[in-house]
C-alpha cells in the first residue's frame, strides 16, 4: 500500500467511525482457555490515554491466582494427545496465517485502538506496526511445518534422528512501546514450534492484546493455547517467571527487570528464559558519508516512537571533520518535527506512554544539562496536557555523562564527536549492552572493519531500524538473550529430542507416530481403515469407504 | 458465550471474511470437544463443509478457458489449430483447446524472459510478497475447489470424491507450503580462509520450461508452479494434451490473483512431440522439469545436452516393489497393497506394482485381494458409491489389456477381471495376477492401470535383491511389525520413498523423486528448492579479519 493509500484509507475509516465506538468492541477481562473471565481478586485497573491523561477505561487486573489458572489451561492444552499436540503442524500454521488475515482485515480498528492506549502516530501504528505484525505472523505461519529434524548417521548399528518438539508451557510478558508486534513477535514463533503460551501484556497497553485475543478465539485455536493476561510486573509478571510448571518464559524490557526474571529461573525450575532488553545503540557516521541521508537517518534512529525503542541510536558518533555540520542540521530536522495529536495524519511524535517515563527523561535531560553536555534544541515539555515532551539534542557529549551511558527512552538525541576508526569502536564497545549498532560510509571497507568490529546482536550498514520477520533481532552482553524473528527465533522455543535405537518397541511406535503424523494428503483418504472416522465430511466419506472395505470382508 | 462474535461480526471495517475455510485435515478441529465450539469457528461455514452433505459435483460445468495463456493473456494459437479434448467416461468432445506449438513456445518464452529481466517487478518483489501471491491463490482454489474437482473427473476420469479430497487438498496444501519458504530461503556466510568475507545468494534460475502428465492434472501443476515460483523464476508450463482444463483455470486464478506480473506464468496446452519437445530443446529456457514416461525422460534429457544444457528434473516411471512379511496385520496390508495399486485406475507413477508376499502368507493374502478387488465398483466417477473410473485414453487402454494378455501368456495365473469393464469405453475391470515370475513383462513394466501382480519370497534377503532387480528406483513399501525387518529392508532398498507399514503415504513437507531411472532430482519439501535455484558465492577482499 502507498502512503497515499494509506491515509485515505485512514481517513475513510476516521469518517466512520467516531472515537466512542472504538471500545463497544471489546472486552475488558482476562482471556483464559478462550473465555473471558473477571481477576480471581475482582480487583482492576485504569488504562490511560497519554495524549490527555485521561482513563480510557478499567481492565480486568490479573496477579498470582490468575497466572495460576492459566498455566493450568496451558498445560492442559498442551497435554500428550489433546487436539494442539495432534494438530498437523501445516494446520498450525494455517491457523496463524488466519490470525494475520484477521488482524489485516480489522487493521484500522487495531492501529486506532493502538494509538488511542500508547499515544503513537496513527500513521505509524496503520503504515508500520500492523503491516509488520501481519507479516511476522505470516513468516511464522510458513515456517510451522519447515522446522526438520535430522537423521544423523551415528557410528555403529544404530538408527538416529532428531525431532524438534516444543518445550510446553511459554510464559510471555511484553512492553508497552510496540505492544502488537511484541505480541506478534513472541506469539509466531511459539505458537509455530506448538507451543501453548500464558502472556501477560503491559499494564499501559493492554487494549490491542485484549482484541487479538478475541481474533485468537475468532479463527480457532483450541481453548488454552494461548492465553492473555493484562496485570502488573511484580505480581503477574513475578508469578510467570517463578512458577514451577511454565516451561520457558520469554521477556522483552528493561535490562533490570531481565536480571529478576533470570533469577526467578534460577531459583525455581531452571526454566529457558530468553531476554531482550535495554541498548545504547550507537551510530556512527563516518565523513565521506552522504549527509543529508545520514542525518535523516540518526534523527529516525533515534526519534522514531517518541524514542521509545530498545535499538534507538542514542549514541550518535561523528566523525570529527563532519561534526559540526551533522550537528547543525541534526538540530535543524529535530526543530522541524511534528509533536502533537497522534491522531492527526501529519503528526511525527506523540507522547510518551505515562507519567513515570515522563518524569525519568525529563530528569535525564536535566542531568545533560548538569554534566555540561550543549543543549542544542528542545530540553522541554511540549504540552501543557498528556506526556508530549520536546524532541531534544544535545551536542559535545562526553562517553562518561550518564546521559551517554544510561538508557533514556524518550526523544533525547546525544551526538559524541570521535577521530579514528579505531578509537570509535572502542569507545562504541564501551557499554554494558549490545543490541544494535549503525555505520554510515561509502567504503566498503570501513564499512566491513567497524561492522565485525562492533559488539553488537544487529549492525546495519547506511541504514537504521531496518527490521525483517525473516532477519534475527537480539543483544550482545546486558542486552538480551537469544534470538527473536528469523529461523534463529525458532530455536527459542524448541526441545531437541534425540532419538537412537532403544528397545524396540518405543523406536518402532515412535517411527510410526513419524510416518503417521507428517499430514499426509494422500494418506488421510487411502488409510481410511486405520482412523476412526470423526464428525465431518470427510469423515463420512472415510466412513463409506470403510464400510465397503467392511463388508467386503464380512 | 460468543464474545469473540461482537469481533467477528462487528468488525469495525465490516469487509467481507477471506474465504480462508479448509478441511480440517484430521478432523481435530471438533475434537476440542464440548459441539458448541462449533460455532466459534465461523470461518468454516464458508464452503458449507459443516453440513451433512458430501461434496457433489457442479452440474454441467462451462468450459470458459480454451485458449494458450501468455503473459496474463488469452492467446489464439499461432497455428490456429486445436485439440480436441475428451471425456474419458463417455469418450464424448468435451471441448477444443488452442494447441500450443513451438512458435508459441518462443512467444511464451520471450514473455518469461521479460518477467525475468533485472529491475522487472518480479525481480524486485520482496520475497514474502511472493509467498502472499500464493497464498492467495491458494484462497482462490479453496474456493473453485467443487469446480476444479468436477473439472479433473470430467477431463482425466478421475472418481470426483477423491479429486475433491485427495488432488485438491493436495493443491491447496502444496501452494500454501510453498508460499511460507518464499522468505525462507537462506544462504549462508561462509568463513573461508584469508582476508576475505563470503557470503552464498539462492537466486531463481530464470526460465523454467515444466511438462506434466495427465494423471494428477492439477496436483503437478502445483508441485511445478509452486516451488518454481516461491523462488523466483518464471514458468511456462505444458500441460498434457489429455488434460488441460484444470491448468487452465489455474491460469485464469493466477491472473486474477492480481500481483503475478505478466509472464510469471505461461500455460500452454500441447502434445509433447511439438510444444514439449520446443521446450526442451529450446535455447532460452534455463532449466526444463518433467513428470512422465522414462522413454520421454530420456528425450528430454537428451534435448537439454543437445541445445544449452538447461538443468533438468526428472519425474519418471516406476514398477514399484511392495514387501509384505507375515509377522504383518494382514488385513491392513491387504487393503493397503490394493489401494497402493488401484488408486487412481492404477495410473500412478508410485502404484505398487510388484507386491512380494511371504510364502506362509501368500495364498490368504492372493484370495483377500482378489475378494478386495472383485468388489470395486466400476462406473461414472461423477456419481457417488463408484471407485474406478475409466483410463485416460484408447492408447493406454489398449496397452493395458495388451499387457494383461502378455501375462496370461507367460503363465502368470489370472485370478480375477482381465477384461474390459462393460460393453463400451475405457474401463477395465479390476485384475490381479498370482504367481507372478520376475521375468515376465507385467513385473518388469510399468502397466499404468488396474493391473496388481503378486509374488511369493522365502527370505529377505532374496526379496531385497529382487526388489532392487530393476532399471526404476522410485517407491517401495514394505509392511512388518518387527523392528529390524523394517529398518534393514528400507535401508536396503533403492527407491527415492520407502513407506513402512503404509502406502502412497505422501505429504508435502516430504520429498519426492527417483532413484536409477525413475528420475532425476526431488520434488517437494524443502528439497525441491535446490531444483529451481543456483547458489551464488559472493566473495569480497577486506581489509582486517575479525572472528
Known sequence: MTRAEMVLSALFY?????RNDVLTFLMFQLFINNEWQDAVSGKTFPTINPASGEVICQVAEADEADVEKAVKAASNAFRLGSPWRRMDASHRGLLLNRLADAIERDAAYLAELETLDNGKPYAVAYAVDLPTVVKCLRYYAGWADKWEGKTIPIDGDYFCYTRHEPVGVCGQIIPWNFPLLMQAWKLGPALATGNTVVMKVAEQTPLTALYVASLIKEVGFPEGVVNILPGMGPTAGAAIARHMDVDKVAFTGSTEVGH????????????????????????????????????????????????????????????????????????????????????????EQGPQIDQEQFN??????????????????????????????????????????????????????????????????????????????????????????????????????????????????????????????????????????????????????????????????????????????????????????????????? | MHQSGGTASASPTERKHYSLSSQPANGYEHQSGNGFNHQDHNSQNADGLETNALPTPIANPQIVYTKVFIGNEWHESCSGRKIPVYNPTTEKLLCEVEEADSD??????????????????????????????????????????????????????????????????????????????????????????????????????????????????????????????????????????????????????????????????????????????????HMDIDKVAFTGSTAVGKLIQKAAGESNLKRVTLELGGKNPNIVFADCDLEYAVEQAHSGLFFNQGQCCLAGSRVFVEEPIYEEFVRRSVEKARSKVLGNPLLPGVDQGPQIDQKQFDKIMELIESGKREGATLECGGSPGGQQGLFIQPTVFSNVRDHMRIAKEEIFGPVQQI?????????????????????????????NKALTVSSALQAGMVWVNCYNAMSIQCPFGGFKMSGNGRELGEYALQEYTEIKAVTIRISQKSS
Not at chain 1, 14 to 18: A, E, N
Not at chain 1, 480 to 499: I, S
Not at chain 2, 472 to 477: I, K, Q
Request: with cysteine; net charge positive; glycine share 8%.
Open chain 2, 104 to 281: 508459441d513456445v518462443d512467444k511464451a518464452v520471450r514473455s518469461a524472459r521479460a518477467a525475468f529481466q533485472m529491475g522487472s517487478p518480479w525481480r524486485s518483489m520482496d520475497a514474502s510478497d511472493r509467498g502472499h501471491l500464493l497464498n492467495r491463490l491458494a484462497d482462490l482454489v479453496e474456493r473453485d475447489r467443487l469446480l476444479l474437482a468436477t473439472l479433473e473427473a470430467l477431463n482425466c476420469g478421475k472418481v470426483f470424491l477423491m479429486a475433491y479430497f485427495v488432488d485438491l487438498m493436495a493443491t491447496i496444501k502444496t501452494l500454501r507450503y510453498y508460499s511460507g519458504w518464499a522468505d525462507k530461503i537462506h544462504g549462508k556466510t561462509i568463513p573461508v580462509d584469508g582476508e576475505y568475507f563470503t557470503y552464498t545468494r539462492h537466486e531463481p534460475i530464470g526460465v523454467c520450461g515444466q511438462i506434466i502428465p495427465w494423471n494428477f492434472p492439477l496436483m503437478m501443476f502445483v508441485w511445478k508452479i509452486a516451488p518454481a515460483l516461491c523462488c523466483g523464476n518464471t514458468v511456462v508450463i505444458k500441460p498434457a494434451e489429455q488434460t488441460p482444463l484444470s491448468a487452465l483455470h489455474m491460469a485464469a486464478l493466477i491472473k486474477e490473483v492480481a500481483g503475478f506480473p505478466p509472464g510469471v506464468v505461461n500455460v500452454l496446452p500441447g502434445y509433447g512431440q511439438t510444444a514439449g519437445c520446443a521446450i526442451s530443446h
Open chain 1, 260 to 347: 529478576l526474571i533470570q533469577q526467578a529461573s534460577g531459583s525455581s525450575n531452571l526454566k529457558k528464559v530468553t531476554l531482550e532488553l535495554g541498548g545504547k545503540s550507537p551510530n556512527i557516521i563516518l565523513s565521506d558519508a552522504d549527509m543529508e541521508y545520514a542525518v535523516e537517518q540518526s534523527h529516525f534512529a533515534l526519534f522514531f516512537n517518541q524514542g521509545q525503542c530498545c535499538c534507538a541510536g542514542s549514541r550518535t558518533y561523528v566523525q570529527a571533520d563532519v561534526y559540526d555540520e551533522f550537528v547543525e542540521r541534526s538540530v535543524e530536522r529535530a526543530k522541524k518535527r511534528v509533536v502533537g495529536d497522534p491522531f492527526d495524519l501529519k503528526t
Open chain 1, 14 to 18: 476516521q469518517s466512520r467511525c467516531t
Open chain 2, 455 to 483: 509374488m511369493c519370497f522365502r527370505s529377505i534377503n532374496e526379496v531385497i535383491q529382487r526388489a532392487n532387480a530393476t532399471q526404476y528406483g522410485l517407491a517401495a513399501g514394505v509392511f512388518t511389525n518387527d523392528i
Open chain 1, 360 to 554: 525519568k527523561i525529563l530528569g535525564y535531560i536535566s542531568s545533560g544539562k548538569r554534566e555540561g553536555a550543549k543543549l542544542m534544541c528542545g530540553g522541554g515539555i511540549a504540552a501543557d496536557r498528556g506526556y508530549f515532551i520536546q524532541p531534544t539534542v544535545f551536542g559535545d557529549v562526553q562517553d562518561n555523562m550518564t546521559i551517554a551511558r544510561e538508557e533514556i527512552f524518550g526523544p533525547v538525541m546525544q551526538i559524541l564527536k570521535f577521530k579514528t576508526l579505531e578509537e570509535v569502536v572502542t569507545r562504541a564497545n564501551d557499554t554494558k549492552y549490545g543490541l544494535a549498532a549503525a555505520v554510515f560510509t561509502k567504503d566498503i571497507d570501513k564499512a566491513n572493519y567497524v561492522s565485525s568490529g562492533l559488539r553488537a546482536g544487529t549492525v546495519w550498514i547506511n541504514c537504521y531500524d531496518v527490521f525483517g520477520a525473516q532477519a534475527p533481532f537480539g543483544g550482545y552482553k546486558a542486552s538480551g538473550v537469544g534470538r527473536e524473528l528469523g529461523q534463529y527465533g525458532l530455536d527459542n522455543y524448541t526441545e531437541v529430542k534425540t532419538v537412537n535405537t532403544v528397545p524396540i518397541k518405543n523406536l518402532f511406535s515412535a517411527l510410526v507416530v513419524c510416518l503417521l503424523h507428517t499430514s499426509l494428503p494422500l494418506c488421510t483418504v487411502l488409510s481410511a481403515a486405520v482412523f476412526p472416522p470423526k464428525n465431518d465430511k470427510k469423515a463420512k466419506f472415510l466412513l463409506f469407504s470403510t464400510k465397503k472395505f467392511n463388508l467386503q470382508n464380512a
